[in-house]
């Protein structure tokens, strides 16, 4: 497999173009297929988060490749090809490698540790089986970078930083709008993510939380697994009214535009506050502020009152935008009274912070697995020469013992017996010290070029060596479904 790897994240590009770049609905799904439909592409996975979009896929030709790879991203994502190159990274065989399990082990995240990404792998992984534009090198690779990731949470400290998004935002929230327990919280969303976020609300305290999802079913299963004493539905199209009786709105949808507009955010500042909304919001923000604190007397959820929404707070009404691209309106930072985190501002916050666990040893981990993974690739590739090798000397030996049959037909039993066996004895001498040194040279760097030395020295039937590989002889194989999730 010749691994190559095009894309971007918040390491090379700015939250703006990754806003805009971000895939969302069935785009992701085309962009799959058309990757693993071009020439040069045998197989192909995609790795779509909100800080990174990167093509994986096994190649014939490397510029050719990337440039094919390239023109993809920029057609789906919908930014021009010339202003995505100036953001793009390329990472070909071993290097490829390495990015793929510094990914796994959370060395390339914005928090550095996180574990989330090792669930993110394994979708994306899921997702190209699931397509079948996953085969057999993709799968071994992805497999192989999962068991990386969990042994550098497992073996080292790395975990002391690893917190994820939502912890990490959580942590940016309370510096700016005080403790998380006891606040009354509002989610956006139910997706992994989402209820990654509620989950995280409830160990920290939060027994006041409403969960609000386009599809009502998610939410209401979300609110089961916290269990309702702690947690409601609540309506998506009373999000806007149900931002003056909360304190913490933690948003990450996958909608492709904005779900929470500043003007929203501006009114329930306003209630909470018990000022009146100025500016822009009019004689409409005095409409949803009546509306407002009309909803927050009334049951949100099952049967139970929330607290009138009218109340005087000093601290900020506190908003995570997790999702990409935003869904909190970014004009939200200019409001008095409102605290907005988002992932810009988290990156820039984690950039400032001091590194945690330890680092240089799951860099080391990680080198250690690319080297032995390297090898056992480079060492398979050479396997079904040695075979073909063995299954030629084997056929030699057959048809000069049957020579000796029609030369001496009357040989007895025993000696023919015996001479079958000195003969393959020979040919097994003869081959074993060439064998086991070519496997052991084509594990090293540079190696590949010992098999076609093999195949030229002792004029192996090409047929033959793609007959063991599973190779259509001048091909590749094709992409399937199979493998282990």
């Known amino acids: 497999m010749s691994l190559l790897v095009v894309g971007l994240s918040h390491r090379t590009a700015p939250v703006g173009v990754l806003e805009r770049a971000a895939l969302t609905g069935e785009v992701p799904t085309r962009l799959l297929h058309d990757a693993a439909a071009t020439s040069t592409v045998a197989e192909a996975a995609l790795l779509n988060t909100c800080n990174r979009i990167e093509l994986y896929a096994d190649v014939d030709k490397f510029h050719a490749g990337v440039a094919e790879l390239s023109l993809l991203l920029a057609h789906h994502s919908g930014v021009d ?62 497999q192989q970078a999962l068991r990386v990731g969990k042994r550098a949470h497992s073996e080292t400290g790395i975990d002391k930083a690893g917190q994820s998004l939502v912890t990490f935002g959580l942590e940016q929230v309370a510096a700016g709008a005080g403790e998380i327990a006891g606040k009354r919280a509002l989610v956006v969303g139910a997706g992994s993510m989402s209820s990654l976020a509620a989950a995280t609300l409830v160990r920290s305290g939060v027994t006041d939380l409403l969960i ?47 779900v929470i507009k500043a003007e ?122 040695v075979v073909a090798l063995r299954a030629m000397a084997s056929d030699v030996v057959a048809a000069e013992l049957g020579r000796l049959d029609s030369r001496l037909p009357d040989l007895d039993e025993r000696s023919r017996a015996e001479i079958t066996q000195t003969v393959r004895r020979v040919v097994d001498k003869l081959l074993h010290a060439p064998t086991v040194r070519v496997k052991q040279l084509a594990a090293e760097p540079g190696g590949a070029s010992y098999a076609d030395a093999l195949r030229e020295l002792f004029d192996l039937d090409p047929a033959a060596v793609h007959a063991v590989s599973g190779t259509p002889v001048g091909g590749r194989p094709q992409p399937s479904g199979g493998g282990t999730r």
């Open 212 to 258: 609000a999802n386009r599809t009502p079913a998610r939410a209401e299963r979300l609110v089961e697994i916290l269990g309702p004493d702690v947690a409601r539905t609540l309506d998506l199209a009373k999000v806007p009214q149900a931002l003056a009786d909360v304190d913490l709105v933690i948003s990450c949808t996958g909608a492709a535009g904005v």
């Open 264 to 385: 929203d955010v501006a009114a329930a500042v306003a209630l909470r506050t018990g000022a009146r909304a100025e500016g822009r919001a009019g004689a409409e923000s005095d409409e949803r502020q009546a509306s407002a604190a009309s909803a927050g007397a009334r049951s949100v959820g099952a049967g139970s009152e929330r607290p009138e929404a009218s109340r005087a707070v000093t601290e900020p009404l506190a908003l995570l935008d997790l999702a990409m691209p935003r869904d909190v309106d970014h004009a939200v930072h200019e409001l008095d009274g409102a605290l907005l985190v988002d992932l810009e501002s988290l990156s820039h916050a984690h950039a400032a912070s001091p590194g945690a666990g330890d680092v240089d040893q799951v860099t080391r981990i990680v080198a250690d697995e690319v080297t032995a993974f390297g090898a056992a690739q480079r060492a398979a590739r050479i396997a079904p020469t």
């Open 81 to 142: 090809l010339e202003e995505l190159t100036s953001h793009l990274y390329v990472h070909y065989e071993d290097r490829a490698v390495h990015h793929l399990f510094s990914v796994a082990c959370g060395l390339d995240s914005m928090v550095v540790g996180e574990g989330q990404i090792l669930g993110q792998l394994r979708d994306a992984l899921a997702k190209a089986q699931d397509e079948h534009t996953a085969g057999r090198g993709l799968n071994e690779l992805f």
